[in-house]
Protein backbone atom coordinates (compact mmCIF):
# COMPACT_ATOMS: atom_id res chain seq x y z
CA UNK A 1 0.00 0.00 0.00
CA UNK A 2 1.21 3.37 -1.32
CA UNK A 3 2.16 5.63 1.86
CA UNK A 4 1.86 9.24 3.22
CA UNK A 5 4.74 11.43 4.02
CA UNK A 6 3.98 14.87 2.99
CA UNK A 7 1.98 15.47 6.59
CA UNK A 8 4.81 15.27 9.17
CA UNK A 9 6.88 18.38 6.75
CA UNK A 10 4.22 20.08 6.81
CA UNK A 11 2.95 20.62 9.82
CA UNK A 12 6.52 20.89 11.44
CA UNK A 13 7.55 23.15 9.30
CA UNK A 14 4.44 25.24 9.90
CA UNK A 15 5.31 25.23 13.67
CA UNK A 16 8.76 26.36 13.47
CA UNK A 17 9.17 28.52 10.79
CA UNK A 18 9.36 32.48 11.58
CA UNK A 19 6.77 32.94 9.31
CA UNK A 20 4.35 30.57 10.54
CA UNK A 21 5.05 32.03 13.55
CA UNK A 22 3.10 35.20 13.44
CA UNK A 23 0.11 33.71 12.99
CA UNK A 24 0.55 30.46 14.49
CA UNK A 25 0.57 31.24 18.46
CA UNK A 26 -0.01 34.39 19.27
CA UNK A 27 2.91 35.26 21.72
CA UNK A 28 3.11 36.16 24.97
CA UNK A 29 4.73 39.46 26.58
CA UNK A 30 8.14 38.42 27.01
CA UNK A 31 7.94 34.53 26.34
CA UNK A 32 9.88 33.71 23.49
CA UNK A 33 7.62 31.80 20.92
CA UNK A 34 8.40 27.49 20.72
CA UNK A 35 6.72 24.62 21.09
CA UNK A 36 7.69 24.06 24.43
CA UNK A 37 6.13 27.52 26.01
CA UNK A 38 2.84 26.54 24.83
CA UNK A 39 2.96 23.87 27.79
CA UNK A 40 4.79 25.91 30.49
CA UNK A 41 1.52 27.55 32.12
CA UNK A 42 -2.17 26.84 32.02
CA UNK A 43 -2.50 30.34 30.02
CA UNK A 44 0.37 29.80 27.70
CA UNK A 45 -2.13 26.28 27.06
CA UNK A 46 -5.18 28.37 26.62
CA UNK A 47 -3.74 30.08 23.89
CA UNK A 48 -2.66 27.62 21.78
CA UNK A 49 -6.24 25.76 22.30
CA UNK A 50 -7.48 29.07 20.87
CA UNK A 51 -5.27 28.98 17.89
CA UNK A 52 -5.96 25.18 17.45
CA UNK A 53 -9.53 26.59 17.49
CA UNK A 54 -8.54 29.09 14.71
CA UNK A 55 -7.41 26.14 12.48
CA UNK A 56 -9.49 23.48 13.37
CA UNK A 57 -13.20 25.00 12.52
CA UNK A 58 -14.19 26.33 9.35
CA UNK A 59 -16.74 28.53 8.30
CA UNK A 60 -19.51 27.09 6.41
CA UNK A 61 -18.97 29.66 3.99
CA UNK A 62 -15.79 28.88 2.81
CA UNK A 63 -14.86 32.50 3.68
CA UNK A 64 -11.08 33.36 4.92
CA UNK A 65 -10.32 36.23 7.03
CA UNK A 66 -7.94 38.98 5.97
CA UNK A 67 -4.19 37.75 7.02
CA UNK A 68 -5.40 34.46 7.67
CA UNK A 69 -3.08 31.56 6.63
CA UNK A 70 -3.90 29.74 3.28
CA UNK A 71 -2.08 26.55 2.11
CA UNK A 72 -1.50 25.96 -1.58
CA UNK A 73 0.04 23.25 -3.29
CA UNK A 74 2.83 24.88 -4.48
CA UNK A 75 3.42 26.54 -1.01
CA UNK A 76 1.85 24.71 2.44
CA UNK A 77 1.37 27.99 4.62
CA UNK A 78 0.96 31.10 2.95
CA UNK A 79 -0.13 34.28 4.72
CA UNK A 80 -3.30 35.21 2.95
CA UNK A 81 -3.08 39.21 2.25
CA UNK A 82 -6.93 39.72 1.12
CA UNK A 83 -10.49 38.48 -0.19
CA UNK A 84 -10.08 39.68 -3.18
CA UNK A 85 -8.28 36.86 -4.94
CA UNK A 86 -9.18 34.64 -8.44
CA UNK A 87 -9.64 31.76 -5.69
CA UNK A 88 -12.03 33.41 -4.35
CA UNK A 89 -14.42 31.58 -1.83
CA UNK A 90 -17.68 30.72 -2.40
CA UNK A 91 -20.65 29.06 -0.76
CA UNK A 92 -21.50 25.65 -1.48
CA UNK A 93 -24.54 26.61 -2.70
CA UNK A 94 -23.50 27.70 -5.99
CA UNK A 95 -22.01 24.13 -6.94
CA UNK A 96 -25.68 22.16 -7.01
CA UNK A 97 -29.09 22.72 -8.02
CA UNK A 98 -29.36 25.30 -4.73
CA UNK A 99 -28.03 28.12 -6.54
CA UNK A 100 -25.91 29.96 -9.64
CA UNK A 101 -23.01 32.09 -8.68
CA UNK A 102 -23.61 35.49 -11.18
CA UNK A 103 -20.03 36.10 -11.85
CA UNK A 104 -18.89 32.50 -13.18
CA UNK A 105 -15.84 33.84 -14.60
CA UNK A 106 -14.01 33.95 -11.38
CA UNK A 107 -16.26 31.99 -8.53
CA UNK A 108 -14.41 28.71 -8.74
CA UNK A 109 -17.43 26.63 -7.63
CA UNK A 110 -18.60 26.89 -11.13
CA UNK A 111 -15.82 24.41 -11.93
CA UNK A 112 -17.97 22.16 -10.70
CA UNK A 113 -20.51 22.89 -12.61
CA UNK A 114 -18.36 22.86 -15.84
CA UNK A 115 -17.52 19.64 -14.80
CA UNK A 116 -13.56 20.54 -14.84
CA UNK A 117 -12.57 19.45 -11.45
CA UNK A 118 -8.62 18.19 -11.00
CA UNK A 119 -6.21 16.97 -8.90
CA UNK A 120 -4.38 19.91 -9.71
CA UNK A 121 -7.40 22.70 -8.83
CA UNK A 122 -8.75 20.80 -5.83
CA UNK A 123 -7.63 23.05 -2.77
CA UNK A 124 -8.58 26.46 -4.99
CA UNK A 125 -11.75 25.46 -6.19
CA UNK A 126 -13.26 23.88 -2.78
CA UNK A 127 -11.10 22.47 -0.45
CA UNK A 128 -9.25 25.11 0.87
CA UNK A 129 -8.49 23.92 4.26
CA UNK A 130 -6.61 20.72 2.86
CA UNK A 131 -3.37 21.63 4.32
CA UNK A 132 -4.69 23.42 7.25
CA UNK A 133 -6.58 20.68 8.90
CA UNK A 134 -3.47 18.43 8.82
CA UNK A 135 -1.96 21.27 10.72
CA UNK A 136 -4.53 21.63 13.32
CA UNK A 137 -3.87 17.58 13.89
CA UNK A 138 -0.31 17.92 14.79
CA UNK A 139 -1.05 20.81 17.07
CA UNK A 140 -3.97 18.19 18.71
CA UNK A 141 -1.84 15.29 18.56
CA UNK A 142 0.91 17.75 20.27
CA UNK A 143 -2.06 18.80 23.42
CA UNK A 144 -2.49 14.75 23.76
CA UNK A 145 0.76 14.12 23.85
CA UNK A 146 1.93 17.27 25.92
CA UNK A 147 -0.74 18.18 28.09
CA UNK A 148 0.22 16.68 31.39
CA UNK A 149 3.54 18.89 31.50
CA UNK A 150 1.18 21.42 32.40
CA UNK A 151 2.13 22.35 36.13
CA UNK A 152 -0.73 24.47 36.78
CA UNK A 153 -3.48 22.77 35.17
CA UNK A 154 -5.95 20.88 37.37
CA UNK A 155 -7.53 17.49 36.17
CA UNK A 156 -10.98 18.49 35.23
CA UNK A 157 -9.06 21.31 33.21
CA UNK A 158 -6.96 18.92 31.50
CA UNK A 159 -9.86 16.75 30.92
CA UNK A 160 -12.14 19.52 29.70
CA UNK A 161 -9.20 20.40 26.51
CA UNK A 162 -8.41 16.77 26.01
CA UNK A 163 -12.17 16.30 25.01
CA UNK A 164 -12.37 19.68 23.13
CA UNK A 165 -9.54 18.66 20.98
CA UNK A 166 -10.15 15.08 20.53
CA UNK A 167 -13.89 16.78 19.25
CA UNK A 168 -12.08 19.15 17.25
CA UNK A 169 -10.15 16.10 15.67
CA UNK A 170 -13.19 13.74 14.81
CA UNK A 171 -15.12 17.12 13.06
CA UNK A 172 -11.78 17.42 11.24
CA UNK A 173 -11.78 13.90 10.29
CA UNK A 174 -15.18 14.10 9.15
CA UNK A 175 -14.84 16.93 6.90
CA UNK A 176 -12.17 14.53 5.08
CA UNK A 177 -13.83 11.74 5.18
CA UNK A 178 -16.96 12.84 3.33
CA UNK A 179 -14.71 14.25 0.44
CA UNK A 180 -12.19 11.75 0.31
CA UNK A 181 -13.35 8.29 1.81
CA UNK A 182 -10.89 6.85 4.11
CA UNK A 183 -7.55 8.87 4.68
CA UNK A 184 -4.24 8.52 7.02
CA UNK A 185 -5.15 8.44 10.68
CA UNK A 186 -2.36 10.13 12.42
CA UNK A 187 -2.52 9.84 16.41
CA UNK A 188 1.13 10.93 17.00
CA UNK A 189 3.57 13.79 17.05
CA UNK A 190 6.05 13.25 14.00
CA UNK A 191 9.52 15.31 14.91
CA UNK A 192 11.52 17.04 12.18
CA UNK A 193 13.17 14.43 9.98
CA UNK A 194 11.44 11.57 10.70
CA UNK A 195 10.15 9.66 8.10
CA UNK A 196 5.90 9.39 8.29
CA UNK A 197 5.35 5.65 7.38
CA UNK A 198 1.42 6.51 7.08
CA UNK A 199 -1.06 4.78 4.44
CA UNK A 200 -4.68 6.02 4.07
CA UNK A 201 -6.70 4.11 6.59
CA UNK A 202 -10.31 2.11 5.50
CA UNK A 203 -13.36 4.15 5.48
CA UNK A 204 -14.76 1.54 8.26
CA UNK A 205 -11.63 2.85 10.45
CA UNK A 206 -12.09 6.23 9.82
CA UNK A 207 -15.51 6.14 10.84
CA UNK A 208 -14.79 4.08 14.00
CA UNK A 209 -12.04 6.25 14.71
CA UNK A 210 -13.92 9.85 14.65
CA UNK A 211 -16.70 7.81 16.34
CA UNK A 212 -13.87 6.88 19.27
CA UNK A 213 -12.92 10.43 19.77
CA UNK A 214 -16.44 11.53 20.22
CA UNK A 215 -17.56 9.02 22.42
CA UNK A 216 -14.06 9.87 24.52
CA UNK A 217 -14.89 13.25 24.48
CA UNK A 218 -18.62 13.45 25.55
CA UNK A 219 -18.08 13.00 29.01
CA UNK A 220 -15.80 15.90 29.56
CA UNK A 221 -17.49 18.78 27.66
CA UNK A 222 -20.30 20.62 28.72
CA UNK A 223 -23.34 21.34 27.94
CA UNK A 224 -22.84 25.42 27.72
CA UNK A 225 -20.13 27.83 28.11
CA UNK A 226 -19.95 31.08 29.59
CA UNK A 227 -20.93 34.14 27.03
CA UNK A 228 -16.66 35.02 26.68
CA UNK A 229 -16.21 31.25 25.31
CA UNK A 230 -19.02 30.95 22.90
CA UNK A 231 -17.73 29.03 20.03
CA UNK A 232 -15.79 25.90 22.17
CA UNK A 233 -17.05 22.91 21.54
CA UNK A 234 -19.99 21.50 23.77
CA UNK A 235 -20.97 17.98 24.51
CA UNK A 236 -23.73 18.63 22.01
CA UNK A 237 -21.88 19.77 19.13
CA UNK A 238 -20.04 16.43 19.53
CA UNK A 239 -23.01 14.61 19.72
CA UNK A 240 -24.11 16.36 16.29
CA UNK A 241 -20.97 15.29 15.15
CA UNK A 242 -21.23 12.11 15.59
CA UNK A 243 -24.69 12.22 14.11
CA UNK A 244 -23.65 13.50 11.41
CA UNK A 245 -20.77 11.13 10.29
CA UNK A 246 -22.83 8.35 11.31
CA UNK A 247 -25.43 9.17 9.12
CA UNK A 248 -23.24 9.91 5.87
CA UNK A 249 -21.66 6.19 6.97
CA UNK A 250 -24.63 5.07 6.37
CA UNK A 251 -25.89 6.66 3.28
CA UNK A 252 -25.83 5.04 -0.25
CA UNK A 253 -22.73 6.39 -1.24
CA UNK A 254 -20.67 4.75 1.41
CA UNK A 255 -22.55 2.30 2.84
CA UNK A 256 -22.40 -0.51 -0.35
CA UNK A 257 -20.71 -3.50 -1.62
CA UNK A 258 -19.62 -1.55 -4.59
CA UNK A 259 -18.70 2.67 -5.35
CA UNK A 260 -19.88 4.26 -7.46
CA UNK A 261 -16.51 3.45 -9.36
CA UNK A 262 -13.66 0.72 -8.39
CA UNK A 263 -10.54 1.49 -7.33
CA UNK A 264 -7.76 0.44 -9.71
CA UNK A 265 -6.90 -2.40 -7.13
CA UNK A 266 -10.40 -3.84 -6.34
CA UNK A 267 -9.01 -4.94 -2.70
CA UNK A 268 -8.60 -0.82 -2.32
CA UNK A 269 -12.54 0.09 -2.36
CA UNK A 270 -12.52 -0.51 1.18
CA UNK A 271 -10.74 3.10 1.66
CA UNK A 272 -14.01 4.14 -0.08
CA UNK A 273 -16.53 2.62 0.81
CA UNK A 274 -17.78 -0.67 3.31
CA UNK A 275 -17.88 -3.08 0.78
CA UNK A 276 -20.91 -3.79 1.68
CA UNK A 277 -24.57 -2.57 2.28
CA UNK A 278 -25.84 -3.11 5.74
CA UNK A 279 -28.96 -1.92 7.18
CA UNK A 280 -27.65 -1.55 10.55
CA UNK A 281 -25.85 1.54 9.89
CA UNK A 282 -29.03 3.40 9.24
CA UNK A 283 -30.10 2.17 13.34
CA UNK A 284 -27.06 3.17 14.35
CA UNK A 285 -27.47 6.68 12.88
CA UNK A 286 -30.79 6.80 13.96
CA UNK A 287 -29.79 6.24 18.03
CA UNK A 288 -27.21 9.11 17.43
CA UNK A 289 -29.35 11.17 16.21
CA UNK A 290 -32.08 10.86 19.06
CA UNK A 291 -29.70 10.61 21.20
CA UNK A 292 -28.50 14.37 20.37
CA UNK A 293 -32.07 15.28 20.66
CA UNK A 294 -32.41 13.96 23.91
CA UNK A 295 -29.70 15.31 24.95
CA UNK A 296 -30.60 19.09 23.25
CA UNK A 297 -33.64 19.17 24.66
CA UNK A 298 -32.55 18.39 28.34
CA UNK A 299 -29.95 20.92 28.08
CA UNK A 300 -32.02 24.20 27.03
CA UNK A 301 -32.05 23.55 23.16
CA UNK A 302 -34.67 23.31 20.89
CA UNK A 303 -36.71 24.77 17.65
CA UNK A 304 -37.55 27.74 17.59
CA UNK A 305 -41.21 27.52 17.74
CA UNK A 306 -43.63 30.31 18.60
CA UNK A 307 -46.96 29.47 17.36
CA UNK A 308 -47.71 33.07 16.45
CA UNK A 309 -44.52 33.67 13.85
CA UNK A 310 -45.44 30.33 12.00
CA UNK A 311 -46.50 32.55 8.76
CA UNK A 312 -45.33 35.56 9.29
CA UNK A 313 -46.95 38.10 7.29
CA UNK A 314 -44.99 39.39 4.62
CA UNK A 315 -46.28 42.94 2.80
CA UNK A 316 -44.53 42.42 -0.30
CA UNK A 317 -44.00 46.36 -1.01
CA UNK A 318 -40.63 47.17 0.41
CA UNK A 319 -42.02 46.83 4.04
CA UNK A 320 -40.27 45.38 6.61
CA UNK A 321 -42.46 41.93 7.91
CA UNK A 322 -42.61 40.14 11.05
CA UNK A 323 -39.73 37.81 11.72
CA UNK A 324 -40.92 34.37 11.34
CA UNK A 325 -40.03 31.11 13.38
CA UNK A 326 -37.49 29.74 10.61
CA UNK A 327 -35.72 33.52 9.93
CA UNK A 328 -35.25 33.66 13.65
CA UNK A 329 -33.60 29.97 13.74
CA UNK A 330 -30.95 31.67 11.56
CA UNK A 331 -30.60 35.27 12.14
CA UNK A 332 -31.22 35.80 15.79
CA UNK A 333 -27.36 35.42 17.70
CA UNK A 334 -27.61 32.79 20.62
CA UNK A 335 -31.26 31.27 19.91
CA UNK A 336 -31.49 27.90 21.34
CA UNK A 337 -31.60 26.23 18.33
CA UNK A 338 -27.74 26.72 17.52
CA UNK A 339 -25.40 24.33 18.49
CA UNK A 340 -22.08 25.73 17.03
CA UNK A 341 -21.09 28.44 14.85
CA UNK A 342 -17.96 29.47 13.21
CA UNK A 343 -16.47 32.71 15.46
CA UNK A 344 -14.03 34.06 13.14
CA UNK A 345 -16.25 36.02 10.82
CA UNK A 346 -16.70 39.51 13.14
CA UNK A 347 -13.13 39.76 13.70
CA UNK A 348 -12.37 42.23 10.84
CA UNK A 349 -14.28 44.92 9.16
CA UNK A 350 -12.73 43.60 5.86
CA UNK A 351 -13.96 39.83 7.31
CA UNK A 352 -17.62 38.42 6.73
CA UNK A 353 -19.12 41.15 8.23
CA UNK A 354 -19.01 43.37 5.49
CA UNK A 355 -21.69 43.44 3.45
CA UNK A 356 -20.02 44.44 0.61
CA UNK A 357 -17.68 41.66 0.30
CA UNK A 358 -19.71 38.97 2.02
CA UNK A 359 -18.90 35.93 -0.83
CA UNK A 360 -22.91 35.63 -0.12
CA UNK A 361 -24.17 38.69 -1.06
CA UNK A 362 -26.48 39.00 -3.65
CA UNK A 363 -25.76 42.82 -3.94
CA UNK A 364 -24.14 43.58 -7.24
CA UNK A 365 -22.43 46.68 -8.39
CA UNK A 366 -25.27 48.83 -9.43
CA UNK A 367 -26.70 48.46 -5.97
CA UNK A 368 -23.37 48.51 -3.64
CA UNK A 369 -20.43 48.91 -6.28
CA UNK A 370 -19.77 45.09 -4.83
CA UNK A 371 -17.50 42.83 -7.22
CA UNK A 372 -18.32 39.92 -5.46
CA UNK A 373 -21.20 37.71 -7.20
CA UNK A 374 -24.20 36.85 -5.46
CA UNK A 375 -25.94 33.94 -5.34
CA UNK A 376 -29.59 33.27 -7.38
CA UNK A 377 -31.21 30.45 -7.23
CA UNK A 378 -32.38 28.13 -10.35
CA UNK A 379 -36.45 27.14 -11.01
CA UNK A 380 -34.83 23.77 -10.20
CA UNK A 381 -34.83 24.92 -6.45
CA UNK A 382 -37.57 26.94 -6.31
CA UNK A 383 -39.69 23.96 -7.55
CA UNK A 384 -39.01 22.06 -4.09
CA UNK A 385 -41.48 24.73 -2.23
CA UNK A 386 -44.44 23.03 -2.04
CA UNK A 387 -47.68 25.26 -1.72
CA UNK A 388 -49.57 26.15 1.90
CA UNK A 389 -51.24 23.08 1.57
CA UNK A 390 -48.96 20.70 0.94
CA UNK A 391 -49.18 19.91 -2.22
CA UNK A 392 -46.91 20.73 -5.36
CA UNK A 393 -46.56 23.66 -6.86
CA UNK A 394 -47.21 24.06 -10.62
CA UNK A 395 -44.68 26.36 -12.94
CA UNK A 396 -46.15 25.47 -16.53
CA UNK A 397 -43.61 26.12 -19.18
CA UNK A 398 -46.05 28.76 -20.87
CA UNK A 399 -45.32 31.33 -17.77
CA UNK A 400 -48.08 33.17 -16.10
CA UNK A 401 -49.46 36.70 -15.50
CA UNK A 402 -49.13 37.11 -11.75
CA UNK A 403 -46.04 35.83 -10.00
CA UNK A 404 -46.20 37.66 -7.03
CA UNK A 405 -49.51 35.02 -6.31
CA UNK A 406 -47.32 32.41 -6.95
CA UNK A 407 -45.05 33.54 -4.49
CA UNK A 408 -47.42 34.00 -1.94
CA UNK A 409 -49.21 30.41 -1.92
CA UNK A 410 -45.42 29.34 -1.54
CA UNK A 411 -44.36 27.10 2.26
CA UNK A 412 -43.66 30.23 4.31
CA UNK A 413 -39.93 29.52 4.04
CA UNK A 414 -39.42 30.78 0.86
CA UNK A 415 -40.02 34.24 1.45
CA UNK A 416 -37.69 33.86 5.01
CA UNK A 417 -34.70 32.30 2.74
CA UNK A 418 -34.75 34.47 -0.63
CA UNK A 419 -35.24 38.04 -1.92
CA UNK A 420 -38.25 38.26 -4.44
CA UNK A 421 -39.51 40.51 -6.84
CA UNK A 422 -41.12 43.67 -4.91
CA UNK A 423 -40.06 42.06 -1.31
CA UNK A 424 -38.08 43.21 0.87
CA UNK A 425 -34.51 44.22 0.04
CA UNK A 426 -32.55 46.17 2.34
CA UNK A 427 -32.83 49.25 4.62
CA UNK A 428 -30.65 51.47 1.81
CA UNK A 429 -32.89 49.95 -1.24
CA UNK A 430 -36.48 48.88 0.47
CA UNK A 431 -38.15 47.12 -2.71
CA UNK A 432 -36.47 44.29 -4.17
CA UNK A 433 -36.34 45.66 -7.96
CA UNK A 434 -36.13 42.12 -9.91
CA UNK A 435 -37.29 41.92 -13.07
CA UNK A 436 -36.24 43.07 -16.78
CA UNK A 437 -34.55 46.57 -16.42
CA UNK A 438 -35.05 45.99 -12.52
CA UNK A 439 -31.27 47.06 -10.90
CA UNK A 440 -31.88 44.07 -8.70
CA UNK A 441 -32.05 41.79 -11.85
CA UNK A 442 -28.23 42.13 -13.37
CA UNK A 443 -27.21 38.72 -13.53
CA UNK A 444 -29.96 37.36 -11.24
CA UNK A 445 -30.34 33.81 -13.74
CA UNK A 446 -32.36 32.28 -11.61
CA UNK A 447 -35.21 34.95 -10.84
CA UNK A 448 -34.81 35.11 -6.82
CA UNK A 449 -31.56 36.27 -4.93
CA UNK A 450 -30.72 33.57 -2.42
CA UNK A 451 -30.77 36.13 1.04
CA UNK A 452 -30.41 33.54 4.21
CA UNK A 453 -28.26 34.62 6.89
CA UNK A 454 -27.90 38.17 5.65
CA UNK A 455 -29.93 39.81 8.40
CA UNK A 456 -32.79 41.92 7.35
CA UNK A 457 -30.78 45.28 9.15
CA UNK A 458 -28.02 44.94 7.18
CA UNK A 459 -26.86 48.11 5.16
CA UNK A 460 -23.62 48.91 3.50
CA UNK A 461 -22.05 48.74 6.71
CA UNK A 462 -20.72 45.91 8.69
CA UNK A 463 -23.08 43.55 10.33
CA UNK A 464 -22.81 40.23 12.08
CA UNK A 465 -24.11 37.34 10.28
CA UNK A 466 -24.20 33.42 11.97
CA UNK A 467 -22.20 31.17 10.27
CA UNK A 468 -23.84 28.05 11.86
CA UNK A 469 -22.26 24.81 11.86
CA UNK A 470 -24.69 22.68 13.49
CA UNK A 471 -28.19 23.53 15.01
CA UNK A 472 -30.62 21.24 16.84
CA UNK A 473 -33.39 20.93 13.31
CA UNK A 474 -30.66 19.08 11.39
CA UNK A 475 -31.07 16.37 14.29
CA UNK A 476 -34.81 16.22 13.56
CA UNK A 477 -34.04 15.77 9.96
CA UNK A 478 -30.83 13.05 10.30
CA UNK A 479 -33.32 10.95 13.21
CA UNK A 480 -36.04 10.94 10.63
CA UNK A 481 -34.07 9.81 7.28
CA UNK A 482 -32.35 7.51 9.34
CA UNK A 483 -35.39 5.72 10.89
CA UNK A 484 -37.27 5.83 7.87
CA UNK A 485 -34.52 3.83 6.08
CA UNK A 486 -34.14 1.22 8.96
CA UNK A 487 -37.66 0.56 10.04
CA UNK A 488 -40.01 2.13 7.28
CA UNK A 489 -42.35 5.65 8.29
CA UNK A 490 -42.90 4.85 11.79
CA UNK A 491 -44.71 7.28 14.06
CA UNK A 492 -41.27 8.13 15.72
CA UNK A 493 -39.90 9.48 11.85
CA UNK A 494 -43.34 11.65 11.04
CA UNK A 495 -42.86 13.34 14.45
CA UNK A 496 -39.73 14.31 14.25
CA UNK A 497 -40.30 15.81 10.29
CA UNK A 498 -43.27 17.30 11.53
CA UNK A 499 -41.99 19.02 13.95
CA UNK A 500 -39.93 20.90 11.67
CA UNK A 501 -43.09 21.64 9.28
CA UNK A 502 -45.17 22.54 12.06
CA UNK A 503 -42.75 25.62 13.48
CA UNK A 504 -43.14 26.58 9.89
CA UNK A 505 -47.01 26.92 9.37
CA UNK A 506 -46.63 24.14 6.86
CA UNK A 507 -48.77 20.84 7.52
CA UNK A 508 -48.25 17.68 8.55
CA UNK A 509 -47.19 14.92 5.71
CA UNK A 510 -50.03 13.02 4.73
CA UNK A 511 -50.00 9.48 6.95
CA UNK A 512 -49.64 6.14 5.04
CA UNK A 513 -46.65 6.70 2.92
CA UNK A 514 -44.65 4.04 1.86
CA UNK A 515 -40.56 4.02 2.71
CA UNK A 516 -39.93 5.37 -0.95
CA UNK A 517 -42.16 8.32 -0.58
CA UNK A 518 -41.45 9.10 2.74
CA UNK A 519 -37.69 9.31 1.83
CA UNK A 520 -38.43 11.87 -0.81
CA UNK A 521 -40.66 14.00 1.33
CA UNK A 522 -37.92 13.66 4.14
CA UNK A 523 -34.84 15.17 1.19
CA UNK A 524 -37.16 17.55 0.28
CA UNK A 525 -37.61 18.53 3.62
CA UNK A 526 -33.50 18.75 4.41
CA UNK A 527 -33.21 20.84 1.04
CA UNK A 528 -35.59 22.78 2.02
CA UNK A 529 -34.89 23.49 5.83
CA UNK A 530 -31.37 23.48 5.25
CA UNK A 531 -30.54 25.94 2.35
CA UNK A 532 -27.42 27.67 2.08
CA UNK A 533 -26.33 25.72 5.55
CA UNK A 534 -23.54 23.26 3.26
CA UNK A 535 -25.76 20.33 3.51
CA UNK A 536 -27.26 20.41 -0.29
CA UNK A 537 -23.96 19.69 -1.85
CA UNK A 538 -22.89 16.51 0.13
CA UNK A 539 -26.61 15.40 0.57
CA UNK A 540 -26.86 15.14 -3.47
CA UNK A 541 -23.86 12.82 -3.06
CA UNK A 542 -24.14 10.61 -0.71
CA UNK A 543 -27.66 9.92 -1.96
CA UNK A 544 -25.84 9.42 -5.77
CA UNK A 545 -28.46 11.68 -7.16
CA UNK A 546 -25.73 14.39 -8.81
CA UNK A 547 -26.33 12.79 -12.02
CA UNK A 548 -30.24 13.05 -12.19
CA UNK A 549 -31.62 15.62 -14.56
CA UNK A 550 -31.28 19.49 -12.95
CA UNK A 551 -29.26 18.30 -9.94
CA UNK A 552 -25.99 18.56 -10.91
CA UNK A 553 -26.11 17.77 -14.36
CA UNK A 554 -28.52 18.71 -17.55
CA UNK A 555 -30.33 22.24 -17.74
CA UNK A 556 -31.43 24.91 -15.22
CA UNK A 557 -33.76 27.48 -15.65
CA UNK A 558 -34.31 30.30 -14.17
CA UNK A 559 -37.28 32.83 -14.46
CA UNK A 560 -37.57 35.63 -16.87
CA UNK A 561 -39.82 38.28 -14.99
CA UNK A 562 -41.58 41.22 -16.54
CA UNK A 563 -43.20 44.32 -14.86
CA UNK A 564 -46.35 45.38 -16.39
CA UNK A 565 -49.32 47.95 -15.56
CA UNK A 566 -48.79 51.53 -13.47
CA UNK A 567 -47.75 52.33 -10.16
CA UNK A 568 -49.21 50.97 -7.48
CA UNK A 569 -50.84 48.05 -8.91
CA UNK A 570 -47.86 46.28 -11.20
CA UNK A 571 -48.14 42.69 -12.12
CA UNK A 572 -45.20 40.95 -12.81
CA UNK A 573 -45.32 38.21 -15.73
CA UNK A 574 -43.33 35.12 -15.49
CA UNK A 575 -41.64 32.61 -17.89
CA UNK A 576 -39.18 29.83 -17.40
CA UNK A 577 -36.05 29.53 -19.10
CA UNK A 578 -33.14 27.77 -19.43
CA UNK A 579 -29.95 29.67 -18.72
CA UNK A 580 -27.30 26.97 -18.50
CA UNK A 581 -26.34 23.21 -19.08
CA UNK A 582 -24.21 21.84 -15.97
CA UNK A 583 -21.81 18.66 -16.30
CA UNK A 584 -21.02 15.98 -13.43
CA UNK A 585 -18.76 13.27 -13.88
CA UNK A 586 -18.80 10.44 -11.66
CA UNK A 587 -15.63 10.48 -10.52
CA UNK A 588 -17.27 14.07 -9.09
CA UNK A 589 -18.52 11.99 -6.23
CA UNK A 590 -15.51 11.92 -4.24
CA UNK A 591 -12.60 14.81 -3.92
CA UNK A 592 -9.44 13.55 -5.75
CA UNK A 593 -6.48 14.48 -3.42
CA UNK A 594 -3.79 17.00 -4.47
CA UNK A 595 -1.73 16.62 -7.50
CA UNK A 596 1.01 17.69 -5.96
CA UNK A 597 0.87 15.01 -2.75
CA UNK A 598 -0.58 12.33 -5.47
CA UNK A 599 2.98 12.82 -7.87
CA UNK A 600 4.71 12.10 -4.58
CA UNK A 601 3.27 8.20 -4.98
CA UNK A 602 2.53 9.17 -1.18
CA UNK A 603 -1.43 8.28 -2.04
CA UNK A 604 -3.54 5.97 -3.66
CA UNK A 605 -5.38 8.39 -6.05
CA UNK A 606 -8.91 7.84 -5.95
CA UNK A 607 -10.95 6.34 -8.45
CA UNK A 608 -11.41 8.06 -11.50
CA UNK A 609 -8.74 11.03 -11.50
Not at 288 to 311: H, Q, T, V
Amino acid sequence: MKKLYFIATVVICCFITTACEKKFLDKAPGVDLTEDNAFLNKANLETFVTTIYRYAVHSNFRYRIQSEAVASPANYYTPFSGVNTTDCIHPSSSISDEGDASEAAFINNNRWNEGVILPANIVNVEDFRYYIRWIAMRQINLVLKRINEVPDADDAYKKQVVAEVKALRAMNYMEMLKRYGGVPIVEKVFQPGEQVDVPRSSFDDCVKFIVKDVDEAIPNLPAVYSASQTGRITALAALAIKSEVLLYAASPQFNTATPVISMGNAADNQLICYGNADPNHWKLAADAAKAAIDYALANGYGLIDEPANRIPKELDNGTVGPLGNYRVSWETNNNKELIMMYQGGANSANGITNVGNAPLTFWNPTCYGSFWSGISVPLNFIRKYEKLDGTPQTWDAAGGTDLIAKYNELDPRFKQTMSYTNGYYTARDPIAQIYNGGKDYANCKGGVWLRKYIPRNATSANFVMNDVIFRVNELYLNYAEALNEFSGPVAEAYAAVNAIRTRSGMPNLPAGLTKEQFRQRVRNEIAIELVNDDHRFWDIKRWLIAEEEGVMKGNFEGLQITRTGTAPNYKYTWKPYTFETRTFNKNMYLHPFPQNEVLKGNLIQNPGW
